[in-house]
Each structure stands twice: as C-alpha cells, then as structure tokens.
C-alpha cells in the first residue's frame, strides 16, 4: 500500500519510503518489511539518507493509517528506528517485541517530514505467525547458584524459605533468544537472553544466575511463558505451571495494639477489632526489646510505608512531645476491611513482620441547611425562629449538646432526615456577640453534625452596621488611576433603612458619588492610584449615623511595580461579547480630549513587550461626539510597520484569546469622505500583542497614476517580519461606511482578514497561517494575572506620509464565533458568585469552601442547600504579614474540625516576571477570635522560577502534606535568551511532587538558607520527593483507587525552552535554545498530558540538579530514556493548560461519573473534561467534555453532594453546577 498526498502550500518528494527490518540491533542484512516475520524481536527502520540528510522526522504508526490516531513512535534523530534508538556513538536500534502483536495480519504506516515541511507517506504488510505451543522440557530450576541438579520446573512445588535459579537449558537445542514472562503471556518480558545462559532473573557478569525474587513473585500457584527462538528460527512458545509454598508462620513476641485513649491505657489488640466513634491510637507492644518499627497501612511492604518510628514508643501516627500518642482520625482508612502491617526490628537484629486486620466504620453522613445561623436583636427582643433542614444517608435519632442558655432547638431530640427549629433569644441578654456551635450526637456519643450560631445584641440607642467587606483589599499599580471596590452596608434589622455618611482618612480615598447613602446599599470604594510610591498604603473608611455605633473599615493597597499607564492593568481584559457604540460616556481607562470615556481599555505602546504605552496615547486626537454617535481620531504620521513601531492611539481591549473564535469587526463612517490624499493614510482594526506582532485590516488611500485611488489591505506581520499582505482594490463610495474584519481561530492558529460590503455579506482578503502561539497567549507562564492576557484588538489611523486627518468609527465588537460544540451527555444548574482571582479550593468538614486569592487573601464562602452563598468572609493575615504573595495552594489540617478550621497554604515571591529564589513557603492558618490570624510558616525555602511557576496545589494525604512544584525552566535547561524563565537552572526539588510529614516531632521544613548553595543535591530539610520529572503539575488528585494523578503543562510558546544542554550527567549549564532539528536543545511547542504519579518515577521535565539530563523518552536527543522514566497516560491537547482535577464523588449524573477524573482546562478549551479510566486505574478508556463556557477555569472540586465547584481566574467567580438528573 503507498499513497502521495498533494496540500495546498505544499510539495512532495519522490513518491516512497523504504520500511527495513533486521535482526540485529546493528542493523545488519536489512530486509525489506514483508511477509512473515519468523523473529521473537525485530530492529525495524527507515534509512537515512546519503549523504545529506534533509529529514525533519519520521513518524511510525502500527495498524494506523497515518494521521488517524497518536503516532506510535515518532522519530526526531537519525538514525529512525520504530522502536526507538540507542545513544551516541553506536546508536543501535531498539528491538520490538512481536510476541506483544497478536498473530495475523498487520502493517505499519510510516510519514517523513523533511526540513522544508514537504513529506511521503507510506506503509508496510507483514504476518505475525501463530507461535507453536511446544512442551518444553528444558525449562528447568536448581537450588544452588551454579545451576547444579536442575529439575523440572512443570508441576514443581518449592517451599518459600529456599533459593530459587529458574533457567532454559539451551545448550544442546542452540537456541538463540529467550525471553521469560512470569504470570502473563505478552507485554514487557521480565527478561530477554540474547545468549545462554538463559536465566529468569538475569545473569551477573560472571555468569552466576540470580535467584528468584519471591517478594515479587509471592507464594502461590504461578504461571510462567517462555519464547525460545531456535538456531533454525523457529518461535516455540511454552507455558508451565508451578507453586511457591506459603512461609512458615513463626509466633511472634509483639503484637500491634489499639486504645481510645493518648496515653495507650486500656488497649486490645488490633487485630480483629472494629474501630469506630472517636480517634484511635495505634502502637506496638511491648517496647521493652524494640529498636524500630515500620508501618504499613492497607499495603505490602514493598509498597509505601505509612510512617516509622526510631525510639520508644512506637506510635502508628507519631508521638507528642509528651509522649502521648497523636490520634489516627481514619479519615485514610477504608470503610469496612483495613490491616496495618508493622516491621518490628528487635535488639537483636531480628525483623518480625506483624499483621493486624480490622473494621472500621464510619457512621452515615448528616448534612444541616443552612449551615450556620446568625441572628443580630436588640436587647430583650426575640426569640427569631430559623427553620433547620437536616439530610442524612440513613435514620437516626440524634441529640443535642452545646445548647446555650440563649438558644433553643425543638424537637430535641432530632430525628434525620427531617426538620428542626432554632430558636434564638436576646431576652436577659447584655449588649455583645455571643457564639455556641451545637454538636448532634448518636446514640454511641459520635457528633455527625455541627451547627455554630452566633447572636448579636445591640442597644437599641446604639445600633450596629453589617458592613462586606469588613477589611478591603486593593491591588495596583502606581499611577494607574483609580482602582475600586464595592461595599455593602446594611443597618440593624430593627430599621428598614437608615441614613448615614461616610468619610476617609487620606487623601488617595474617596467614594464614587456622594458621601451620604441610605442602607440598605452598596456603595463604590476609589483609591487613586496617582502620585502613589509602590508598597503597601493603608487608610479607613468611617460610617457613621445617629443612634449607630461608629464602624471603621480598614483599608489596604498594595501597589506593584508600574507597567499598564496610563490604563488600569485590572481593567485591561473584557469579557466577551464586547459591544460600544459611541452615543453615551463608555467609563473606561482610555478618554477623549474632554475627559468621556471612549469604552477602550488599553493603548499599544510604541516598544514592542512593554506595558507602559504614555508615548503612545494622544487623548486630544480622541473626541467622543456623543451626538452622533461618532468616535473621532484624528490622525498622526505614526505607523507599526517592519521596524517603525510609533504608532499613535492604536487603542482597543485585551480579551482571552484562546477562550474561544473570536470575531473583531468595526464599522468605519464615511471613509471616502475624509481628507485621505493618496498618501498612505489608513484607518482600521487590529489584533495582536504588540507593534511588532499583529495583524491589522484597514481601509487605505494611495495613488493610481497620480490620481488618490483605495483599497482594503490585509496585513500580517510577526517579529518585525511582514508575512502576509493583500489588498483588494475598491472604488471611491462618498458617503459610504465601510465594515472591516478580523476573525482569530486559536484552534487552527490561524487569522483571517474580510471586508464588509453594504448588505452585511463579507469577502475574505488573506489569512495568516501558522501564527506564533505567544500571539494567542497559549502560556500563561508570561501573563500578568492582573491584567489576563497579553492579546488585544482595537482602532488605529494614521496619515503616514500624508497631512492630519480624521477618521469615525460608529461602533466597534468582538463577538464569539460559531465553533462545533462537543457532545455533552448532562445539564446543569449554574451559579456564580463573585471572587476576585481565585487560584485554588478546599472543603472543610464545615462543609464551607475556603478559597485562596492570587496574592494571599484566603475566603470562607457558605452555601446554603440551593447553593447560593449566604456568607462572604475574607482573611487577609498573609499579605498582612509578608505584604503580596502568589498564592497556589490550600490545604485542610487532617485535625480540623467543624468548630476548628485549620488551613495551610502555599505562597512565593509575588513577582511574576523576577520571582524570588526559593521564596516558596507553606504557612499554617488556626482560628482566633479575629477569625485565621494565628500564623506560622513550618516550610520555607522552596524552588520558584523567575517566571510563574512555583509551589502549586497542596493536599493531606494522611498526615501527610503533598505539594507540586512547578520547574524553574521551559524544559529542563537554562537558556540565556531573554526570555519569561530567565537563568534560573532548575534545582533538586523543582518540577516534582514532594511529600512531608510537618506533625513529625523535630520536623525540619527550612529548604534554603542564605549562603547554601541553591544548585546542590538534597537541601537536608525534611521534605522529600515522591515522583520527578513534572513540567508544570498544578493539581493533582489521591484518587479512592490509591493512585495519584496529575495533569502536566507543556511546553507552551516555542522560544521560551530547552532541555538540559548534554543528555548525560552532569548537565548544568545554558542548553541552546535553536530548534532541536538544527542541531539545538529546543523541543518546541509540546502537549499537555496526564500522568499517574508513582513514587520513585521520571515523567520527563529535566533537572541537572538530580541529574536528570534525558528529556522525555531521549528521542529528541537521540539516546534511550532514563530506567525510571513513564510515559503519559493520556495526551490532554496542546495548549490546553490541564490544571485543577478532582475526582468525582457524590451520586450526580446518574451515577455514571463515580470514580471519574474532572479536569479543567485553563487556555484552550475552558472547560471541564471527564476522563473514564480503566478498572485498574492503570490507563485511559475515555475522555470527553462534561461542562463548557468557562473564564480560565484554574481548580476544580466537588462538594459532599456531588456538585462540582470551579474558581474562574480569568472570569473571577467561584461557579457551582448542579446536575439536572432525568435517571431511568
């Protein structure tokens, strides 16, 4: 089968590729691929050519037509081997196992890609023969090392305890290759002999055989296949079956033990015992003999140890300074069968494996809406009723403590599911706050819910405001203008309404309108951001009215360095669809000559990748002549054009270009009309990043013959380069408008450029192809978050060589264009509610939603059972200790409880272009009466790159707390290019999933200290590393199968990457950031990917500082990948940006998503994905789109109910779906 394609745009070679196969690694005595391949292992390739080699790469496909799925193996380094190649200098070919393709009929597909991006495709048909299942005689195993008295292995019974050499004798048949397969027939073999002896467990280099691994192979009936190609290259395939005797059980001196109790008194023995209602304690005894012992929880010991201990006691979860025992709350156990394993090492040097099996039962689940209550009286006033719904998973009759003398509840006691009243009293009660949680207790004294209430006293003479927020946060940028926030005030419940006035205390603070309102209302808050020093400035804002308490509200501004003048960087970034039309004030950054907002919010500046763009804003050129409707520009000889970037009032709006198709188009009035010369004056839209990448279509005079003539040009240019330009001729219309276009498909990465004729019908004028992904903002690594995107479209005009003109434009949009949507099997009930930036999420067992900020605010939101938030509050102690933070991660203290909230978060340095080096931190928020102002920071000195990445998302995993840690650089290496990760080298615990037990006595979290050395090996803090190689991991999720799973970032814009500069060790040092196929260390734009997180694993991202030089699997450098590294379980699209995962738990849909990944995609796509694994959670079967129409979803999680949460950076709103079940 060969087939030659002819594309647009593109040619083709001579028609044909050879497809070869040999024996040999070397590839020695090729043959054609064809007919039937009578080999256990096949080298199979496609030469290079000679003597000059103008591939690009070679891409391989089995039992795939080309293109219709993920390539198999795809080849970027000569030599172009399908199963890969070995490294420099032999770069022998890597066999392909034939036993792992069933027998029959198969072909390969095979696509070379050449320098000059022209190709040949073509394909390959060859036979699998149906291996003969022979009765092997020689296979065969002795109990000593020398192979002395085998016997055959068929039908044999050995005992545990003995040594184990399992071996083929093929001496005397002169076979060839064998290769073992202990339990299973195909996949990886657990070995392959080129030569004899031919062992099971391999062969030292002096020819000794190792013996049987029975950790790996456990007692029991095993089954083992054998491949033996012969001396004649006959295949024979055989399968024997033996057994491995149980150990011999010897009574052991220690037994693990449980009390109720810290101290350990009045303890049983584990095993055997069901364990429920309060905390455990789980410790061995006795410990008079003990030197260590090693936990194990519901795993082997050659899985992950739970926790150990080194001195006396021996606690399951740790010992107290005070020697009690730490509480095991079993939120970590199954529910139902669990065992603990314990390896007891004796002062004796024994090890006695202890095993305990238990029960543990949680009781079912109760659920109180609303949540909590609160009731604001004035003195012997009330009782106020609220009426408390209960929802349980089965009956039970519940009873009721912590009942203050002003509360009531009735019935009590309760029975759930069902309904109760509270009734809250300020009767014989003093002026005051007052605050009670009620605890609902079973029968065995177990609380399943808790209700906190708080009543507020007031004197009638001296009443109190309930003001949101009751501290207010801004963030800016110096000389930016005004930043806002909104306030809602409302008076005591005894009054409807009530007047009041409102003053400032410095000067930069004021109120949008007047200083006199009626509450209930919302008011704006301005802080003017002129003349203003970067730094944090504080204020307050004082209410005030008659019979009122006096209520300040604290202030704080924090102003980062300058960069958006004369916008407002928060302002920068619309919403789509965006309409103006020019009839009324726009109340936007960018103003006329008379102060009218013109509806723009940002100015292209005249320096390519700054921000600032005061050179470039003439604001007396700009007249909104609300009367008719008319944007005027008057123009000047500025022009973006190849290396003249001083373009003049090029103003427009950032939106979120990969988000959707987004279609920019604007009617321009009257152009022929205007006092055009032919001298190159233009009016029209562009799109784009800057004056150096963009894309413009303009209406445009110039001269015909010395006669003024028109045209619409369409124009393309990126890095400074024209690479695409036409224009369509068009005759003088006086008194027509004329409509322009701009269409910007992220999808395709490609523009188009149209123009409008007078019926609304619009005609193409080019299309840039293959436009750099910096220009649709696919990274976000590079992006302020403050403004949210680095993409913006808008007007210009210029009268070039020309005289001042003007130009009206009538009105201006970006819409979203029409794309196929994805098929979507469930409906929701969406809601949003406003937060400002939100980075990630986390459940408490109050069932509230605590929420971080991006620079360092953490927010309760309480819900009540519809799901709207009835309770906004806001702590603000991080940036209140160490100013702005970037904010990533929250986690739930494993000890919290309903009335005791425990948090810990991660923060660095908040600067996104110049993070600081090892400004990671985790600090630990508690409860006060203030709300979270107990602050430490058990962890500090964790790797951030100069760029955005840094301590991502964290979560307990036990007692444990888990975190991702983004790299350092784009790909593993350093490169001196300029570019968004600056020099920063990676370090030993960027770019991992690290884990760390901080409830451990003598934790030791400093990671860094000043004057270490921050490129060395392990920082010796007690943070440890569970999986390497992560690009980018910003979520992760422990699924209910055991396993951890994460999505990965790739390589998002071409030039901002490389992996490390050698694939061996060591490899510190700048790589060279040209593209890999011109003999460079840049692999380009690279996918998105999801892994399953496995201790000890490489997944691909370099690191010199663990000498981790081989990027990926090693193709792009031609040598194999590292003995640690695993590939991706599934390809989550390119640019995607795959951040917050969750899994699904909680009953919605039908059931059907139970166990499901959810995945939100923060750039392309802005969705959520439902990912089906597999019943061993080992691989992928599906993937599919479950929600859509999100701003830059950026976390995911899903509540106790199983409604899903989603924090909307870009759109900054927590939004809640509600599946609308319609089951069978």
Not at 147 to 161: D, F, V
Not at 471 to 477: A, S, T
Not at 761 to 774: D, Q
Not at 1020 to 1045: E, P, Q
């Amino acid at each position: 089968m060969r087939r030659c394609f002819i594309l647009l745009l593109w040619a083709i070679h001579a028609c044909g590729v050879d497809i070869l196969w040999s024996r040999t690694s070397d590839r020695a005595n090729p043959m054609p691929l064809s007919g039937e391949l009578d080999a256990l292992q096949a080298h199979i390739f496609v030469p290079t050519p000679t003597p000059t080699n103008n591939i690009q790469r070679v891409e391989f496909w089995l039992d795939m037509t080309v293109g219709s799925g993920t390539a198999t193996q795809t080849e970027k380094l000569a030599p172009y081997d399908f199963a890969g190649s070995g490294p420099k200098p032999t770069y022998i070919a890597y066999s392909y196992n034939l036993v792992n393709i069933p027998a029959g009929d198969h072909f390969i597909a095979v696509r070379v890609t050449y320098k000059d991006n022209t190709f040949d495709i073509d394909s390959a048909n060859f036979t699998i023969p149906a291996y003969p299942d022979v009765n092997n005689i020689y296979v065969k195993y002795s109990n000593s090392d020398d192979r002395s008295s085998p016997m055959l292995l068929s039908g044999a019974t050995i005992p545990y305890e003995d040594f184990v050499y399992i071996f083929v004798d093929g001496s005397s048949t002169g076979d060839r290759v064998v290769q073992f397969f202990m339990d299973k027939a195909v996949g990886t073999p657990d070995n392959t002999d080129l030569a004899t002896p031919f062992d099971y467990a391999g062969t030292d280099p002096l020819g000794v055989p190792h013996p049987l691994d029975k950790t790996l192979v456990g007692p029991g009936l095993h089954s083992l296949t054998t491949y033996v190609q012969t001396a004649s290259d006959i295949v024979e395939k055989n399968t024997i079956l033996f057994t491995i005797n149980s150990p011999v059980v010897v009574l052991q001196p220690y037994e693990i033990m449980v009390s109720i109790n810290p101290d350990r008194s009045n303890a049983m023995p584990l095993d055997g015992s069901t364990l429920q209602g309060g905390p455990s304690y789980i410790f061995t005894a006795p410990d008079t003999t003990i030197v260590s012992v090693v936990f194990y929880l519901n795993t082997p010991e050659t899985g992950t140890s739970y926790h150990k201990e080194g001195k006396v006691p021996f606690d399951f979860t740790g010992t107290a300074a005070d020697l009690t025992a730490y509480p095991w709350a079993r939120n970590d156990a199954n529910a139902g069968s669990n065992y603990i394993i314990a390896a007891v090492t004796s002062d004796d040097g024994t090890v006695y494996h202890l095993r305990a099996d238990f029960t543990v039962i949680i009781p079912g689940t109760v659920s109180l809406t609303p949540a909590s209550i609160s009731a604001v009286l004035a003195t012997d006033t009330g009782p106020n009723t609220f009426q408390i719904t209960a929802t349980a998973s089965s009956m039970d009759t519940l009873t009721i403590t912590g009942l203050p003398a002003w509360a009531m509840v009735m019935p009590n006691p309760i029975v759930v599911p069902g309904s109760f009243s509270v009734l809250i009293s300020a009767q014989s009660v003093a002026v005051g706050t007052y605050t009670a949680t009620l605890n609902f207790q079973n029968s065995a004294a177990v609380t399943m819910a808790s209700l906190p209430i708080t009543l507020t006293v007031n004197d009638p003479n001296n009443l109190m405001f309930d003001v949101q927020p009751t501290i207010v946060n801004m963030i800016g940028r110096p000389d930016s203008g005004d930043t806002g926030a909104v306030i809602s005030v409302t008076g005591a419940p005894l009054e409807p309404s009530v007047v009041y006035t409102v003053s400032v205390d410095v000067m930069w603070l004021r109120t949008s309108t007047s200083t006199q309102f009626t509450a209930p209302n919302d008011f704006t808050l301005l802080a003017n951001t002129n003349n203003l020093p970067e730094g944090t400035h504080t204020g307050s804002v004082t209410l005030q009215a008659p019979n009122y308490a006096t209520f300040n509200l604290p202030v704080n501004l924090q102003l980062t360095a300058a960069g958006c003048e004369p916008v407002i960087c928060n302002q920068i970034r619309v919403a789509l669809p965006y309409s103006l039309v020019f009839v009324q004030n726009n109340d936007k950054a960018v103003v006329d000559k008379n102060g009218v907002g013109t509806g723009f919010t940002y100015v292209l500046s005249h320096a390519p990748g700054t921000g600032s763009s005061v050179d470039a804003y003439k604001p007396d050129l700009l007249w909104m002549d609300t009367a008719k409707g008319l944007l005027r520009m008057k123009t000047t000889a500025g022009i973006n054009a190849g290396t003249l970037n001083n373009a003049d009032n090029s103003i427009g709006v950032g939106f979120a270009v990969p988000n959707q198709i987004a279609v920019i188009t604007a009617r321009l009035v009257e152009p022929y009309t205007s006092a055009a010369t032919g001298n190159y004056e233009q009016a029209g839209i562009w799109f784009g990043t800057d004056q150096d990448n963009y894309v413009k279509v303009v209406w445009l005079s110039y001269k015909s013959g010395g006669i003024p003539a028109y045209a619409i040009q369409f124009v393309a240019e990126f890095g400074g380069v024209t690479v695409a330009e036409h224009k369509e001729f068009v005759l003088n219309q006086p008194g027509l408008d004329q409509l322009l276009r701009i269409i910007v498909d992220p999808f395709t990465r490609k523009i188009y450029g149209q123009m409008g004729g007078q019926t609304g019908t619009y005609l193409p004028l080019g299309t840039a192809e293959n436009v750099p992904s910096e220009v649709f903002g696919f990274d976000a690594a590079g992006i302020d978050p403050v403004i949210g995107t680095r993409s913006f479209a808008g007007v210009m005009t210029t009268h070039r060589k020309g005289v001042q003109t003007q130009f009206s434009f009538g009105s201006f949009d970006i819409e979203q264009g029409e794309r196929p949507l994805p098929p979507m099997d469930f409906t929701f009930d969406r809601k949003s509610h406003p937060l400002t930036h939100p980075t990630n999420m986390v459940f408490g067992p109050d069932g509230k939603l605590y929420v971080t900020e991006l620079y360092g605010n953490v927010h309760t939101l309480t819900y009540d059972s519809n799901l709207n938030v009835v309770e906004h509050q806001i702590c603000t102690t991080i940036p209140d200790h160490f100013g702005p933070r970037l904010t990533l991660g929250i986690a739930m203290d494993p000890t919290s409880t309903p009335g005791n909230i425990i948090l810990w978060v991660s923060h660095s340095s908040p600067d996104l272009r110049a993070g600081g080096l090892n400004s990671g931190s985790i600090s630990r928020l508690s409860e006060s009466s203030s709300g979270f102002s107990n602050l430490t920071t058990p962890v500090t000195g964790l790797p951030r790159a100069e760029a955005n990445h840094g301590p991502n998302s964290m979560a307990f995993i036990g007692n444990r707390l888990w975190i991702t840690i983004g790299g350092n650089t784009g790909a593993g290496g350093a490169v001196n290019n300029g570019m968004e990760f600056g020099v920063r080298e990676e370090q030993w615990l960027s770019a991992a999933l690290l884990y760390m037990d901080p409830f451990e006595p003598g934790f030791d979290g400093d990671c860094y200290d000043e004057g270490e050395d921050p490129w060395g090996k392990d920082p010796g803090c007690d943070v440890s590393i569970w999986a390497t190689g992560l690009r980018n991991s910003y979520d992760f999720v422990h699924h209910s199968n055991g396993m951890i799973y994460a999505g990965d970032n790739g390589l998002g814009l071409a030039n901002t990457g490389a992996y490390p500069k050698s694939p061996y060790a060591p490899c510190f040092g700048f790589a060279d950031p040209t593209p890999y196929y011109d003999g460079g260390d840049n692999p380009l734009e690279q996918t998105d990917l999801l892994y399953n997180v496995k201790q000890g694993k490489y997944y691909g991202h370099g690191n010199p500082a663990r000498d981790e030089c081989v990027y990926k699997d090693g193709s792009y450098q031609g040598v194999p990948p590292l003995p640690n590294f695993v590939p991706p379980m599934a390809d989550l699209g390119m640019h995607a940006s795959p951040d917050g995962i969750t899994e699904y738990k909680g009953g919605g849909g039908c059931g059907q998503l139970e166990g499901n990944l959810l995945v939100v995609r923060y750039s392309l796509g802005d969705d959520i994905r439902r990912i089906v694994l597999s019943a061993d959670g080992e691989s992928v079967t599906s993937i599919s789109t479950l929600a859509i129409n999100f701003q830059d979803p950026l976390s995911i999680r899903v509540n106790a109910n199983g409604d899903i949460f989603v924090a909307e950076h870009g759109g900054n709103f927590i939004t809640t779906l509600r599946f609308v079940d319609n089951c069978p």
